[in-house]
């Protein structure tokens, strides 16, 4: 089958996503859970142990609290309430921690730290898989044993009101509820008073047993203006006037409730990183504040209680047994001891006994050889003690002997807790070893084909013979096919763990088989046929005077530095150094580059660069050729211009001379503005300094001047309308940021109130609709007109510039140089760089693509998730559209990369004569992203057992995937760009 190398790259990239989508299925596992579920939800509690006593404590506990409040505050920052801005803007809960009835507690929160997730783990007592943070976005419906679940059963009365996100994993379960929505990040106000509205009324009745309120406010602030955001203590001040109202009215009702108390949580799901997102495993994302208040918390005066560490999933055991419900089954946390401390020490073990039996019963269903595990040693040794302490008891109610046995026996059973819980961490989770194998093979695969197929793909015709067609009726393919069919019958049918492979319809699975079998053949013909065609020319070698140029060497030597570096996990946490570090050794080989053309010829003889009038530009724009030769992409290279460097006037040549080091300039004022990665994230940078409330002024003048700059790189290759339309909607954008609060007007002096801004962002997105409609307009046009070639290239700059005007008003104000610097260093390469020195179209596909990279982690993004600015996905909504704010957010995440791909598609589309330029393009572009995805999926599958696999490996393997998949997107459209083309190029001649 004879295929044009960006139609074979589209489709490899393609089925690339299938092989990283299979895998991602297997390698995100399920998490250590019990198999016994809920069905039996009136099975009797362990009785208590007894050696030769006989006990009649074989039923739960009675509750320990009458009525419990869960005050919820999305974001809460153990510093938040612990900390200055606690001391300061929460006096109230300051008060309680110091000196009221209450508990406090730092609670580490595993990651992912995203909303949904925490809530399960707070319910459940598990640890959510990692895939959570995707399911975050449309949450299902808790299937896993929870408190909610238990509660309702047991006929305790819940209300709700809060984050949607509960509504839809525990729906039917409350008794009033009033949900609003969690991904609306520009609302901090109304989205809590929506919970505040319903205290009062709530308060005054009797008619509950749980209230839980979820507030949004201080994580939405936390999206748009950072932890440092005036906003946030004022945010932090009404939560503290909201505890001190919930407080006050149990106090009055625990009065009339003198047999058991009520209890209120006040506690994050999550944390926020410094610069306001969360998702991922910093200090700052997962520490978060958990204060416990009772008037059954008893503190003697001067009795000082510092914050103790606990885990998140702590929480779901202790408020089961403060409710006098039975523990989650996939629970593995541990009770928090002070809260049963006062009671008395039979109730005190009974509690911890409790705990113990349902981790071990845990650990049993999930790790084989559980006997042998120490927790499991400790907890039968507990047990026994506990026995003996109860036979003793019944003897005798008071003696010392009978206290310090029973003190013995409550550190053992606290040590066994502790080691159980623990284990059970470390077996979190079951990786799906056949999905991830097969996911793996397949991009395997693709890769080895991509490779193998390098010479015919970069060839003058840009075609290649796929050998396909005979492989599929080959007895190779044949066996293959039956090897693995019988592999799949034998894993389905032998596995004990679920295997998603195995759950897929026979027909799908099957198809998956014919693909790997295919592939896999076509690879061994590949391999054949290149074999073949060594010993041919080796028989007759062709005289070749081809050799490696500096820039090839650094273009190998980078994608393999690069690769090897996913492999260390301080590597990925600053991968932005890694890309910074590439760019700027680019811009060095290129300066070396044109000194050499300029100042030294390919003998070594000194030789000049001379005048030649306006021959530069009339190279430059060179009309269209049919190319025969080998070169990947050709401009003229007509005799009577050799060398279009030969032809550069004095201020262009000194441009050419300076361009590297203006490049290296930008890239060097870029890092300085947005710190990124992990190690360094927290210390200040330009970013922080423009965005605090005090420079205002500031930030307002230098989004004016970018916005200005934006207009003058763009706007000269685009059409009189999409001009005005450009002019305007860079107003709009300005107008939209001034409504936000984030920049000011010269005549405004004091802060206005600040709005959402709906009004300026929609104004802006129908000049960016208006303008990607004229480019989209022009090049249909150019379909109809083969040989008017200006039209096509004026269609897809509008296209890009639309892009431009797009990302300029979804990424924040103080990015804005970074959008502008974009533009520059693109048109420093276009005019001084790329033309003069005639690179070809893998070349510059390659310089696009590191650019693209760098330019994603110079605009602060990391490969941690809470770098996701989340806010852009709602500029110019007024509720949550889901498939617009995941566009947007995705977009705005990727601006670097998708403007550079863009860039890419209008450069070779207006400078290169041949037509196998884009065929070029889009087949490196699929193969250099491909070889970091591959190499990674094996990394990762070897690590998978490392300690920070889910810290660090997995968001990395989410971006890679995410960028696989946009990836994919750009091969489609350089594909479609190609075909065109090729078929302007058939009536042109």
Known sequence: MRLGSGTFASCCVVIEVLGVALFLRGFFPVPVCSFSGTERPTESPAPEPSAGAISNWTKLPPPLFSKVVIMLIDALRDDFVFGSKGVKFMPYTTYLVEKGSSHSFVAEAKPPTVTMPRIKALMTGSLPGFIDVVRNLNSPTLLEDNVITRAKAAGKRIIFYGDETWVKLFPKHFLEYDGTTSFFVSDYTEVDDNVTRHLDKVLKRRDWDVLILHYLGLDHIGHVSGPNSPLIGRKLSEMDSVLMKIHTSLLSKGKSEPVRTNLLVLC???????????????????????????????????????????????LAATLSIGLGLPIPRSSIGSLIFPVVEGKPMREQLRFLHLNTVQLSKLLQENVPSYKKEPGFEQFKVSERLHGNWIRLYLEENNSEVLFNLGSKVRRQYLDALRTLSLSLSRQAAQYDVYSMAAGTVLVLEVVALLLLCVPQALSGEAELDVPLLSPVSSLLFYLLLLALAALHVVVCTSSDSSCYLCSLPWLTAGGVMVLISTLLCAVVSALTGMFAAGKRLSKNPPPSNSRWSELDLLVLSGTVG?????????????????????????????????????????????????????????????????????????????????????????????????????????????????QTGVQWAHRPDLGHW???????????????????????????????????????????????????????????????????????????????????????????????????????????????SGLVLLAALLLRPHNLPVLVLSLVIQTIMTQFVWRPLRHDAAEV????????????????????????????????????????????????????????????????????????????????????????VSAYIVLVTSLRYHLFIWSVFSPKLLYEGMHLLITAAVCVFFTAMDQSNTKSHRLSY
């Open 845 to 932: 596909t390659v310089m696009h693509y590191w650019f693209g990279q760098a330019f994603f982690y110079f605009q602060g993004n990391s490969n941690s998730i809470a770098t996701v600015d989340i806010s852009a996905g709602f500029v110019g909504l007024d509720a949550y559209v889901e498939i617009p704010a995941m566009l947007l957010t995705t977009f705005a995440t990727y601006t670097g990369p998708v403007l550079w791909a863009s860039h890419l598609v209008n450069f070779l589309t207006s400078e290169a004569s041949s037509g196998s330029a884009l065929s070029h393009a889009c087949f490196c572009y699929a193969l250099i992203c491909s070889i970091p």
């Open 562 to 674: 690069h690769v090897l570096s996913l492999g260390a996990s301080s590597f990925i946490e600053e991968e932005h150094q890694t890309w910074y570090f590439l760019v700027n050794t680019l811009c060095l080989a290129l300066c070396h580059e044109i000194y050499r053309n300029c100042f030294v010829g390919d003998d070594c003889a000194p030789q000049h660069c001379p005048h030649a009038g306006e021959e530069f530009d009339r190279v430059a724009a060179a009309p269209q050729g049919k190319g025969t030769g080998p070169d990947v992409w050709e401009l003229d290279r007509a005799s009577k211009h050799p060398s279009p460097l030969e032809a550069l006037r004095g201020p262009e040549r000194w441009m050419v001379l300076a361009s590297p080091w203006v490049i290296l300039t930008c890239c060097r004022l870029l890092r300085s503005l947005n």
């Open 268 to 314: 994050g799901d999550h944390g926020m990183s410094e610069a306001g997102g969360h998702g991922a495993s910093s200090v700052e994302e997962v520490n978060t504040a958990l204060i416990l208040i009772s008037a059954a918390f008893e503190r003697k005066p001067g009795d000082v209680r510092h914050p103790k560490y606990i885990q998140q999933t702590d």
């Open 690 to 800: 423009l965005t605090s409330s005090d420079h205002k002024a500031e930030l307002s003048v230098l989004a004016t001047v970018s916005l200005i700059m934006i207009f003058v790189l763009v706007q000269k290759r685009c059409s009189l309308a999409s001009k005005v339309a450009m002019a305007f909607g860079l107003l709009g954008i300005y107008c939209y940021r001034v409504a936000v609060g984030n920049l000011l007007f010269p005549w405004q002096q004091n802060n206005k109130d600040i709005s959402k801004g709906i009004t300026e962002a929609r104004f802006v997105y129908v000049f960016v609709l208006g303008i990607l409609f004229t480019g989209t307009k022009d090049l249909l046009k150019s379909q109809v007109t083969a040989d008017d070639v200006t039209v096509k290239t004026v269609g897809l700059w509008e296209i890009h």
